[in-house]
């Protein structure tokens, strides 16, 4: 199996998964005009308790031409702005909507197609692509990013998003490095691979440190009420048991469809990491979880995923060599299990410790649709278990 370089995925050292083209730096057609100031006022037309009124009232691009003759930057802009859209349509209001109006569902779904991936906000739409730097000659950090496209607004709601990108940004050099990886233990060179892996503790503890600073940047209470429903999907939701109908698609035949919401675990980073360090998990309801999570990234991200799983010999030249290498190895998986067990923790203080006393922490459902507790407490544990 042929691992390639970062760009051939689209990705870079600097960027990693992040988007190529920061969001204000892409212009959408004036065809676009009306779905663009929609967007720009989503939480002004939110605070009016009547969102559906004013989105049923935006008209319909003529997507196919638009898309005939886009860029990829520009559908992967007018997808971000939809998908805030759709959110926005069926949970701003009291009671969610069970349908998408065509005028939202068939440009959202005809976007979505042309970029590969499912007809739903996804961790790529909330936070890959919908993000700039302030200062375009400064670096990708917490102090010179913001947060473009919103749902409620102000600092907690960038806080939330941001952190997210100043990981993404900071783990960047880490995908560097698991090419480089492949390819050193491959030529058997021992005192490269060692020292790689020492960095890669490196960039885990940075992406912890700016990970722990979270409940900093975004409020609990916040989140979870002013945040958090809006990134709710329409599978395995009990308030939308049968899923979604979105209007004017003919493919769906006015059927309700089921797809997962926005979730962290739809970030590729530590997917990565798992595919360059042979970690595998049991055949069970997480794994199978993970592999429908994985239709929600991008093509180019998860075929470099895919592509580094079927390519890393790192375990096993790491477990013949013994020794030095044997111990820096262990130490890279260790640093990306106290990242989940970071992960675990957050998720605690976001979401179930906002609950109530009464909640289970084994069946308490995240935006996913899944009982989240249990599925990263198994992950982290699974991880951590994979050391030789």
Not at 40 to 47: E, H, N, Q
Not at 202 to 217: E, L
Not at 237 to 242: F, H, T
């Amino acid at each position: 199996m042929t691992l390639h370089d970062l760009d051939h995925y689209g990705l870079s050292a600097d960027r990693g998964f992040l988007s190529r083209r920061e969001i204000d730096e892409v212009a959408l057609p004036p065809a676009f005009a009306e779905i663009e100031a929609a967007a720009a006022i989503l939480p002004d037309l939110l605070t009016t308790g009547r969102v559906r009124h004013w989105l049923d009232k935006l008209p319909t691009p003529d997507i196919h031409a638009f898309i005939a003759r886009a860029s990829h930057a520009e559908r992967v802009v007018a997808l971000v702005r939809y998908s805030f859209l759709t959110q926005a349509y069926v949970w701003g209001e009291g009671a969610p909507s069970h349908h998408l109006p065509a005028n939202l569902a068939v440009p959202f779904v005809a976007l979505a197609d042309s970029l590969g991936v499912p007809p739903v906000m996804t961790y790529a739409g909330y936070v890959l692509d919908n993000w700039c730097r302030i200062d375009k000659a400064g670096p990708i950090v917490f102090e010179n990013i913001a947060m473009n496209q919103h749902f409620a607004g102000g600092a907690d709601e960038a806080g939330f998003v941001l952190t997210h990108v100043a990981i993404e940004a900071a783990a960047s050099p880490a995908l560097d490095l698991a090419v480089d990886l492949v390819r050193a233990s491959d030529a058997g060179e021992a005192w490269a691979v060692e020292t790689m892996l020492n960095e890669m503790v490196a960039i885990w503890r940075s992406i912890c440190g700016i990970f722990d600073r979270m409940t900093d940047r975004c409020d609990p209470v916040f989140y979870f009420t002013r945040i958090r429903p809006y990134l709710n999907g329409w599978k395995d939701n009990p308030a939308l048991p049968q899923g979604m109908i979105y209007e004017g698609v003919g493919r769906y035949a006015e059927q309700p469809i089921a797809m997962r919401g926005q979730t962290g675990s739809q970030s590729s980073i530590v997917p990565a990491m798992d595919a360059l360090f042979g970690v595998t998990h049991g055949e069970d309801e997480l794994r199978t979880f993970l592999q429908d999570l994985h239709q929600y990234r991008p093509p180019q991200h998860r075929a470099f995923i895919e592509d580094l799983a079927a390519a890393s010999r790192l375990r096993a030249f790491a477990k013949a060599q013994g020794g030095s290498v044997k111990d820096a190895f262990n130490a890279a998986i260790q640093a990306v299990a106290e990242f989940r067990t970071m992960h675990l923790r957050f998720a605690a203080t976001y979401i179930f410790n906002q609950l109530g006393s009464g909640a289970d922490k084994d069946t308490a459902l995240g935006t996913g649709g899944t009982p989240f507790m249990k599925y990263l407490k198994k992950h982290r544990n699974e991880t951590a278990a994979q050391m030789l």
